[in-house]
Nanobody, 121 residues
Framework: QVRLAESGGGLVQAGGSLRLSCVAT????????MGWYRQAPGKQRELVAS???????IYGDSVKGRFTIIRETRENTVYLQMNSLESGDTVVYYC???????????????WGQGTQVPVSS
């Protein structure tokens, strides 16, 4: 059974930094894409950053230049380095891992349980 274990969330001051980690266990293959999404109360879940197994990165507009996504492909592990945190970053962050459409392993998508990142002003 695949499980995504997130860690690293916690209270941080505005302007500070935090690093989130996510490890996918129980998979017999490497995920094509891993990433982070976030969701504020009453709003849709939005992309923060994603990275392919080959290292191609995509960032949400609100975090470009402040957040960096890093991946250890063989370990199915992904990190999110968050710098210059703002009060608007105070939401729940979810780890995501998925195979590509048409993958020979089948099409799968998994989510972590979410980790809170409270930013104090």
């Amino acid at each position: 059974q695949v499980r995504l274990a997130e860690s690293g969330g916690g209270l941080v001051q505005a302007g500070g930094s935090l690093r989130l980690s996510c490890v996918a266990t129980g998979s017999t293959f490497t995920f094509d894409d891993m990433g982070w999404y976030r969701q504020a109360p009453g709003k849709q879940r939005e992309l923060v950053a994603s990275i392919t197994a080959a290292g191609a990165r995509i960032y949400g507009d609100s975090v470009k230049g402040r957040f960096t996504i890093i991946r250890e492909t063989r370990e199915n592990t992904v990190y999110l380095q968050m710098n210059s945190l703002e009060s608007g970053d105070t939401v729940v962050y979810y780890c995501n891992a998925r195979t590509a459409v048409g993958s020979r392993f089948g099409e799968y998508e998994y989510w972590g349980q979410g980790t809170q990142v409270p930013v104090s002003s």
